[in-house]
Every structure is written in C-alpha cells, then in structure tokens.
C-alpha cells in the first residue's frame, strides 16, 4: 500500500496522510470493524500457533529462542508482515496500545533473527544451520524476496505510523543484502526473476519513506534485470523483455505485482516505454481477461497460451487466453485480485481516470470483500463465480468449496486484511488544487492542498447500497479557490450533482443533470466562494442486467445482475426451486431492495420474479439428450450481493443467469 503523502514527481495525485481519513457510520466502517475486532486478532492467533502456521515460531527458533525445525510455507516470513501491517493500522486507528507493544515485540524479535549480512528469510536461515540441503537463493520459488519486499513495505509503514526506527534498521540491513546480490548478479549475469516480485513496490516505498536514492536505484537494477533471465517464461513474465509486454499473462499475482511495481518505478522516473507497457497490458486485462467480479486469474494450471508451443510451460494461477473465464473452476486467486487493487491505485495516481478507481472499487467490494466470512474468520483463497451442488461435482476442486479459517496457502487472509484495514486511504487523493474522490463511503476527511488551501470534508451516504452521496466541506483556513472532482462511475446511467452553499435559502445553488457521457469521468465542481458548501452527488441506482462478449463460451445466453457497483448472485437458500440451473431472467421482472441480515450484518437483497423451467424429463446426469421443453412458471427468488454468498449452509450459488426472451 503506497501510504507516502509526498506526490511522485511523474504523479498527478497522491494520498492524504494515514491518519486524516476516517470511515464512519457506514459500510466501510463496518467493514473497518470486522477487520479490527475478528480478522487481525484471529490471524494472530494463526500465525502464533505452532501446530498451526508455525510462523512465529521459526523466528523465536531462528533467534535462538527455541529448538526445532522450520514449519509451514517459504512464504510464511512474508504473510507475517503483511498482518503486521494490518495491526499498526487497526492498532493506530484505534489507539491500541496493547496492540503496538507486540508489534514492538515482534519486531524485536525479527532483529533477532536476522542474519549480520542483513539475510533474513527464516527456512533458509534454518537450512543452512542444520545442514539439510536448503540454502539461500537455490531456489526461485522459495519466495525469499517476497519476503523481503513484505518486510520494505511493512516497515516502511510502521515508521509513519509511529516515528519509530527500530523496524526500519532491520528492513535497510536487508535492503543493502539485496543490494550485493543485484550488484553481483549484474557482473556475473547469473540472474533469477523473483516470483511474486512485491520488493519493486517495497524498495520504492523505502526510497519514498527515507528519501535515499540509493533503494530507488535498486529498484530500478531489480526490474532492469529481469531482461537479463535466460529460459524465462510466461508464468513468471519474463520469457520477453519488459518494455516488449503487450498481453498480461502467466501467474495472476506475480503479473499484477509487477506491474504495480512498474507504476511505482514510472512515477518516479517517468520513463515512457515503461508507461506504454502498463497501458498495453491492462488494457489486455480489462477488455478481454478480467472476471466480472474484479476477479483475475482465470486458471489453476495448463500450459502458456503465447510462445513456444511445442515446448510445455507450466503456468499458475494464470490469466489463459482472451476471454477464457470458466466459472466452476474459476481460479481467482484472492492475492491476484489484491494485486489488481494495488495497480489500479498507482496508476490512478499516475493518470487520475475514473477507470482506474471503478476497477479498484469492483475488486474492493465484490470478489475481496467475498474472500472473507461476514464474521471476519473465514477466507477463500480461489473465488469461483459459480458453485454447483456437490453431488454434480465430479471432479476435486484444487481448494474448498467453503471459506475455511485456515488455508495451508496463507498468503491471502493477511493480504486481505492489511488492505482492508487500510482501505480509508482509497476515500481520498489530492492534486495541486483538487481534492478527488476515490472509494465513495461515508467518512470524513482533513484536507491540505498544495495550493495552500485547507478544509474538513464529511461524505454522508448509504454506499454502496444508495446513490446519494452528500458532502459537506466546512473549517476552510482560507479562501483561495480549489476543485473538488466527483467520481461519476461507468455503471453510471444518469444522476444530477447539485451544490450551494450551506446556509439555507441561499439563492446561489446550482444543479446540473448528469447524462451518458458523464459515466466513466471525473465530475468537477469549483469551490470559488467563501464559507461551507454543500455537493450532493445523486447517482441513479437501477438494477440492470449485465451481458458478456460473445467470446466468453461459458456464458453464453445469459445475464448478471448489478446494482450499483454491487454485482448479485442466486444462492439456495434465497431460491424455493430443485436447482438454481431452473431459473432464468425474465427481463420484464422489476426487483425491490430489501434489507436482510446474514450472519449479524445488514446487507441489501434484490427480490423479484423468474422464470423456472419444467424440468420433469429431463435426466439431470445425462451428458446429452434430447430436447424437451416443457415450459415454464414463474417463481419468487432473491438475489444477494456477492460478497456476502457461503455465509449460510451449503448450497448452489452463480453470477451468470440464463436469459428468457419471450
């Protein structure tokens, strides 16, 4: 998470200071609170149990605390800071100082375990003690840099947060160890990609939080090297040099971090191929490879689609070819889809588009939001679009159907939970003499702009479930005019924005309609008066039917349901049929909102009618038979948002509905 508040000089915008932006009396809040008051402490748990995760037990054994061996996954070290990250948010957000005197704990203990040369990954630290065969950098899928790069952001974030040093001299000893390596790999061409390359964002984030040019410029050596890899592949991107990339392929996450990696590298050295590159392959990604939902990932293993065809390449976790997104089998690795947010976010920043924040916020509330339980415990670490009854099922998916507490691959509740935790930071971004709205939420905000102007902004709104979004910006400490930029969303079909001062009856109020080509852009409004002022953003919010290319074979004939930025699903329980398959659009149905409650939290349902077919003869095993149609009836059903399906039993649930067109 890029937390710097000092814009890059190849940046248009950059974030308000950690501590300005707060969610309050709305959903991000209620996410906010789940995230503090169950997923932080109850991954803590997870990562101090030794018949668990192990994690914090390879530290105390690498510091020579305890005796053992190593447990748990290479990229344990790496998941660990990730959840710290998590905790110095919730713990600052919260004034927990309990909280801050572990991590202070912690990190102690890190420093401990860490090698004078600055080495610190702890399966290694623990092979070579013991003599068992593993050794540092023998191995690119051992995810040492990825722990590194962790390591960078976590400490990185821990000194704004709190002033403090001490995880800051840890995570520079590691980055000078880095430094000998990329300087020794640079002489002797002996060069590996890293898999999940989260050390490009890392040592950017070093140089931004200290300043010292000398981690941008290895930054810089770290992806320049990536030309240098000989048998590269498209799993890991590097079978083509960088700056040749024009389709986004291989391993979801590690393509995803990299070129969020790229977006930091660009915005603070400008080099234009670079820039091409990011517009070429996401472009690829979104208008040919990305999942409804935000998801992105279509694939758990096959072969490259591009390149070298006769000779096999394992790719995983992996975009496939243009528009091949299976829903059972729908991979979508919570990580990738994280990764997503984290590039959507730089190049925002880089090029401040409405395209980049919709695409943030679609990932942040639908296929995220879907990874964890309502009750903040459970996670998924693939995110299918659709999941049959398991009696149909006949093959083994490679994870549960169900959320599970905890996942031998951990990679992604502890991701999920350092960007939920630190989601106020996609509220607000400021320019030269612009505030911009991001992720629309009810919250407040201190803002400073650059021009020298200072205000208070509160949003007032039920988002994501209503359209109407109120701002009201007071405590001005001058006058001097500036800009506030309303998000107007692409699923946008119509609205108004209406401002006027905020003292009633004032004759000077303005407002505008919002027509089809507003969608997808940046609404601006000038703030030219003195005194408070009041904006009200109303954003028409009607259920539409959503269709895909033709191309995508899997749905074919049929329609998703949106609201908003909210994409819907048919679960069993909301739907009184023998299977969800019966049911089919009936595109003259008119749905109403209603709210409902699901494991403890409030969530806005669509309920409305459909059409079921007559399936009396027809043999629900049979691979083909002939057709028989023997109509239709019309049956009451319920929608839920996504994010909030698999929180009741086990049962059917899909996105992608058959359309009825009488």
């Known amino acids: 998470m890029l937390t710097n508040t000092e814009k890059s000089p190849y940046a248009k915008v950059s974030p308000l200071s950690w501590n300005s932006v707060e969610w309050n009396k709305g959903f991000w809040e209620d996410v906010f609170e789940m995230c503090a008051k169950s997923t932080v402490p109850h991954l803590q748990n997870m990562f101090e149990d030794k018949d668990i995760s192990h994690v914090v037990e390879n530290f105390r054994i690498c510091a020579g605390e305890t005796q053992g ?60 003690r013991q003599q068992n065969g593993i050794k540092r950098f023998g191995n690119i899928n051992d995810f040492e840099v990825y722990n590194f790069g962790h390591l960078f952001t976590s400490a990185c974030l821990y000194k704004r947060i709190t002033g403090k040093d001490n995880f800051m001299k840890i995570a520079e000893k590691a980055a000078r160890y880095l430094e000998n390596m990329y300087e ?80 930091d590298l660009y915005a603070e050295e400008g080099d234009e191929e670079y820039l091409e590159v990011l517009h070429k392959v996401w472009r690829n990604l979104m208008d040919t490879k ?45 990580c990738a ?75 992604c509740p502890p991701n999920l939970a350092r960007t939920l935790a630190e989601s106020s930071e996609y509220a607000y971004l400021r320019s030269d003499s612009a505030l911009w709205l991001g992720m629309y939420g009810a919250s407040e905000a201190d803002v400073k702009l650059e021009c020298g102007t200072s205000f208070h902004v509160q949003q007032r709104t039920a988002y994501p479930y209503d359209g109407r979004i109120l701002l009201h910006i007071s405590h001005r400490e001058n006058d001097k005019p500036f800009q506030v930029k309303l998000r107007i969303p692409g699923w946008a079909s119509g609205g108004s924005v209406t401002v006027s001062p905020a003292e009633k009856g004032n004759s000077s109020e303005k407002h505008v309609l919002l027509i089809d080509k507003d969608s997808g852009t940046y609404f601006t409004v000038d703030i030219t008066e003195p005194g408070d002022t009041e904006i009200t953003l109303d954003l028409d919010m009607p259920v539409r039917y959503t269709v895909p290319h033709t191309m995508v074979e899997e749905t074919t004939g049929q329609a998703a349901v949106e609201r908003g930025p909210l994409v819907y699903c048919l679960e069993t329980p909301d739907a009184d049929v023998e299977s969800l398959d019966d049911l089919m659009i009936d595109l003259n149905a008119e749905f109403e909102c209603k709210s409902i409650e699901i494991q403890g939290r409030t969530v806005t349902a669509l309920e409305g009618d459909f059409y079921c077919l007559d399936r009396k003869q027809f043999d629900r095993e049979k691979l083909y038979q002939p057709l028989r149609y023997q109509g ?31």
């Open 337 to 411: 889809s994280l990764g997503h947010v984290f590039w959507a976010y730089r190049m925002f920043q880089i090029e401040p588009q409405a395209e980049y924040m919709d695409a943030l916020e679609r990932a942040m509330l639908n296929v995220n939001l879907a990874a964890v339980s309502l009750d903040g415990k459970k996670y998924f670490y693939e995110n299918m679009l659709r999941r049959a009854k398991k009696e149909n099922m006949k093959y083994q998916l490679i994870w549960p159907l169900t959320r599970s507490e905890y996942i031998l691959s951990y990679c």
């Open 69 to 128: 061996e190593f447990g748990g996954t290479d990229f344990g070290d790496g998941d660990f800071y990730k959840w710290m990250e998590s905790a110095m948010y919730v713990a600052a957000k919260t004034n927990d100082q309990e909280l801050l005197n572990k991590l202070d704990g912690y990190i102690e203990l890190i420093g401990r375990a860490q090698l004078d040369d600055g080495y610190i990954s702890t399966k290694q630290i623990l092979g070579e």
């Open 184 to 263: 020794e790999n640079a002489r002797t061409g002996k060069v590996q990609t890293a898999v999940c390359p989260s050390h490009y964002m890392g040592l950017v984030e070093m140089y931004r939080t200290t300043g010292e040019q000398w981690y941008l410029d290895l930054a810089r050596l770290a992806v320049t090297l990536r030309d240098s890899v000989t048998d590269g592949t498209d799993d890991n991107q590097d079978r083509i040099p960088l700056k040749d990339h024009e389709k986004i392929v291989g391993h979801a996450v590690r393509s995803n971090y990299l070129y969020a990696g790229v977006a």
């Open 632 to 662: 239709m009836s019309r049956t009451r059903a319920r929608l839920i948002p996504y994010f909030a399906w698999d929180n009741r039993e086990y049962g059917e649930m899909r996105i992608w509905i058959p359309i009825a067109y009488k």
């Open 290 to 334: 990305i999942y409804i939902t935000g998801g992105c990932g279509a694939l758990y293993n096959g072969a490259s689609p591009y390149g070298n065809f006769f000779i096999h390449q394992l790719v995983h976790q992996a975009y496939g070819y243009e528009y091949q997104l299976p829903n059972v089998t729908a991979y979508n690795e919570t």
